[in-house]
C-alpha cells in the first residue's frame, strides 16, 4: 500500500471508521481517538466522500461546532465501494 493509499490514517482507523459507519453509528472526532486511537476521522470521511461515493452527513453541534459523521439516512449499503483497507467489509468480513 502506498503512502497515498493511506491517507496519512492507517489502515485500522480506515477500517474502524468505515464499519461504524455502516453499523449506522454517528462518529466524532473524540469517538475515533478513543476507540481507534487516531485523528484523522475528518480527513478519512472526506476522501469516503469524494474518492469512494459513500453519502456521509456532517453536522456541527454544540458551542465548538463539534463534527459529527453519519450515513445519510436511507443508504444502501450494498452499493458503496471500498477502500483497500475495508474492503472486506464489503463481503459481511466485520471483525
Not at 500500500?1 to 453499523?23: D, G, H
Not at 475528518?42 to 459523521?69: D, F, S
Request: glycine share 8%; net charge positive; charged share 25%.
Amino acid at each position: 500500500m502506498t503512502k497515498s493509499e493511506r491517507w496519512f490514517s492507517s489502515p485500522t482507523q480506515i477500517y474502524w471508521a468505515c464499519k461504524a459507519l455502516i453499523e449506522g453509528r454517528t462518529l466524532t472526532h473524540k469517538t475515533e481517538i478513543r476507540e481507534a486511537k487516531g485523528w484523522r476521522l475528518a480527513a478519512i470521511t472526506e476522501k469516503l466522500r469524494k474518492r469512494y461515493g459513500w453519502p456521509i452527513l456532517t453536522e456541527y453541534r454544540g458551542p465548538e461546532n463539534v463534527a459529527h459523521y453519519r450515513l445519510k439516512p436511507g443508504a444502501d449499503i450494498s452499493r458503496l465501494r471500498y477502500p483497500p483497507s475495508a474492503a472486506s467489509l464489503a463481503e459481511g468480513g466485520a471483525a
